[in-house]
């Protein structure tokens, strides 16, 4: 496919380039390391992939990465997977994720939100004590640098303190949100064996009080390596009979002691969405995600002491771990513990009014959501601080570009960005120092070799292909948990091309070098040899009112066939007529191409999503393919596990 925008739906103006952080980073590192002066953007990325190992030391020096002890050199070994990153050198995640409370000891760290709306600060030093007394309190219980430190927990300071404690020991984090049932967290936590629980009594969500003692009640019976359970009464309720509460653990005035650990040491398990078998226990280490971080919330998303940093997430989803990593720039970070739409759909719009974000990160889904609903952001709500939208979790469509553009405001920098768990970071998205085109990722991010790639690993530009990264990242996986020979690790990446990180998503690069995300490619449509991403028809439909959500799957049928249906989940008191049939299938003819009309278009009570939020496309086709439920997806992973019998049911019936 060719570029289609001839025009930028921003530019950023001259002034914003020059203050820019990246720009700043390019003077400096072309003075001292080389890297071109001329040439922008796309000139210092270019250096940053040819000349790997000189751009990280040039991360690590610009923002004052502190070693504890010096690294032998920047890249030990450079094979995937196994790349070696600063062998020799230890260092702390936390020690830097609290460095700015030496010179803003008054100012908030963090500002919590729950559904009152109304933000509550906790300064850097509160933080910095609580982080030391809680450290203080892990070490006395015996915790050591590599146990493991589950947190049930919503979106709240608590979280963080105690995320911040695990890595000032050398421990290694792990969390759910209290939204998970007891399998879900079950299917992670028993894969880490955690011998400490930080969790919470219940959590509000939509207005109303949710009770969790009876699911912690059975973590604890779950999880015999348990040392410890930290009860955190958030609904006001007494510590169950054995839990310590967690006041007393953090009411000490206590210096954090920071535990110098190797630049390798693990920091966290994150997990895949496990929809098709347990969750993958993805392990990311203290070193790979200080540099990574500093990297895309310094440069990238252009982030520093006087911003305020907001984006919506639980902490069961990368993104929270992400926006923890907004300490590190000196940020105040935002935490919204409650519904995306509680009140009323504007919810996200007020919390950002309310806390003076300058960066607001949401979901595409959000965003279309409040088209939908015909919010108007700038009319209701002082957005005046807000320099920048980001989105991510699925592409975000044209229309939702346009829609920030006309309803926030139109010198807006919109930020569609792209990544993953499986590196806690994003491959592609905020440049703040180039052009938004409508529905663009603005460019791949430094030191990240990102490329499209056909099936016989050559890079194509202006084509759909596979997204590869074919230079190691320092936040990719060290290992995963529970595999011991490395093959779940290789399988999942490696597998398709030798040595080169297969991502699983279907890319166009453009020959202006920024980014189009099509969809997954592994429940990619393929219609007479032409594939295609389910993004590209899920904008389409979704635009007319009538649509709630849509679910596209292929399937390759055994006779040699090709069959294609569209699931509909249609807006309250909407029929699926022969008129909206026809205005769907017109939609996508003339949008598309003929090629993308599906075969079926059939009304369902719902679509299923991950736990995060996702569309579930492979589980569904397994379905449909005859695969028995239980072998098909793994149900702790489904937001709504009933929508699935809909689906088997049709599978039987066409059977």
């Known amino acids: 496919m060719s570029t289609v925008n001839p025009e930028p739906l921003w530019r950023p103006d001259p002034q914003r380039i020059a203050q820019a952080q990246i720009t700043r980073f390019q003077s400096w590192a072309a003075e001292h390391h080389g890297a071109p002066a001329e040439g922008g953007y796309p000139a210092l990325h270019r250096w940053s992939v040819d000349e790997l190992e000189t751009f990280w030391k040039a991360v690590t020096e610009w923002f004052d990465v502190r070693f504890a002890s010096p690294y032998a050199r920047v890249l030990g070994d450079r094979s995937m997977p196994g790349a070696q990153w600063f062998p020799g050198a230890t260092v702390n995640y936390a020690e830097h994720a609290l460095r700015a409370a030496a010179t803003r000891s008054d100012q908030p760290a963090l500002l919590y939100v729950d559904e009152t709306h109304e933000p509550r600060p906790v300064t850097w030093s509160e933080l910095r004590r609580q982080v030391g007394s809680l450290a203080a309190e892990l070490r006395g219980l015996g915790v050591r640098p590599g146990d493991r430190i589950s947190g049930y927990l919503p979106n709240v300071p608590q979280a963080v303190v105690a995320l911040l404690a695990t890595a000032a020991v050398g421990g290694v984090w792990t969390s759910c949100a209290p939204d998970f049932g007891a399998r879900s967290v079950l299917d992670r936590f028993q894969q880490v064996e955690p011998v400490v629980l930080f969790t919470v009594d219940g959590y509000r969500y939509g207005g109303k009080e949710h009770d969790r003692r009876d699911v912690v009640a059975e973590l604890r019976r779950e999880l015999p390596t348990l040392r410890a359970v930290v009860h955190i009464p958030l609904l006001g309720t007494k510590a169950p009979e054995g839990a310590l509460d967690w006041s007393a653990l953090t009411a000490a005035d206590e210096e954090p002691v920071f535990e110098q650990v190797p630049f390798d040491h693990p920091l966290w398990v994150l997990y895949s969405s496990g929809t098709t078998g347990l969750p993958k226990a993805i392990v990311q280490s203290q070193g790979g995600i200080l540099v990574e971080h500093l990297k895309q919330l310094g440069l990238h998303c252009d982030l520093g002491p006087e911003d305020r940093f907001f984006w919506y997430t639980s902490t069961g989803w990368m993104m929270w771990n992400f926006l923890v990593s907004g300490l590190l720039t000196g940020t105040t970070v935002v935490l919204y513990d409650g519904s995306p ?155 398709t091309y030798p040595g080169v990180w297969r991502h699983g998503d279907w890319i166009t690069v453009t020959s202006r070098g920024s980014v189009i995300i099509h969809g997954r490619s592994d429940s990619t449509l393929n219609r007479q040899g032409v594939r295609m991403g389910s993004a590209d028809i899920y904008e389409a ?21 090709y069959w294609m249906p569209l699931f509909v989940h249609l807006a309250p008191g909407v029929v699926l007529d022969e008129s909206l049939l026809n205005r769907i299938k017109q939609t996508i003819r003339e949008q598309l191409s003929p090629r993308h009309v599906p075969d079926e278009i059939i009304e369902v009570p719902g679509v299923p999503h991950t736990l995060t939020g996702k569309r579930i496309e492979v589980p569904v086709k397994r379905l449909l393919q005859g695969t028995p439920l239980e072998k098909a997806v793994n149900p702790g992973s489904i937001d709504n596990l009933d929508l699935l019998h809909f689906y088997e049911d049709l599978a039987r019936k066409r059977a």
């Open 541 to 561: 439909v979704e635009r007319l009112p009538e649509i709630k959500e849509s679910l596209v799957i292929g399937i390759e049928q055994p006779d040699g066939g």
């Open 341 to 495: 739409g509680y009140p009323d759909t504007g919810a996200q719009w007020r919390v950002a009014e309310r806390t003076g974000a300058t960066l607001y990160g949401t979901s595409a889904a959000y965003v279309m959501a409040c088209r939908k609903a015909d919010i108007h952001p700038a009319r209701d709500f002082d957005l005046s601080r807000i320099q920048c939208v980001a989105t991510t979790g699925s592409p975000l469509p044209p229309d939702g570009f346009r829609w920030l553009h006309d309803e926030v405001r139109d010198d807006l920098w919109i930020a569609s960005v792209s990544g993953g768990t499986d590196v806690c970071s994003c491959f592609a998205g905020a440049v703040p120092t180039l052009p938004v085109y409508t529905g663009e990722l603005q460019a791949p991010g430094l030191g990240t070799d990102l490329q499209s790639w056909d099936p016989a690993g050559h890079p194509v530009i202006d084509e759909v292909g596979e997204l590869v990264v074919s230079n190691p990242m320092p936040s990719m996986p060290v290992y995963f948990w529970n595999d011991p020979d490395g093959s779940r690790y290789h399988d999942s990446y490696f597998d």
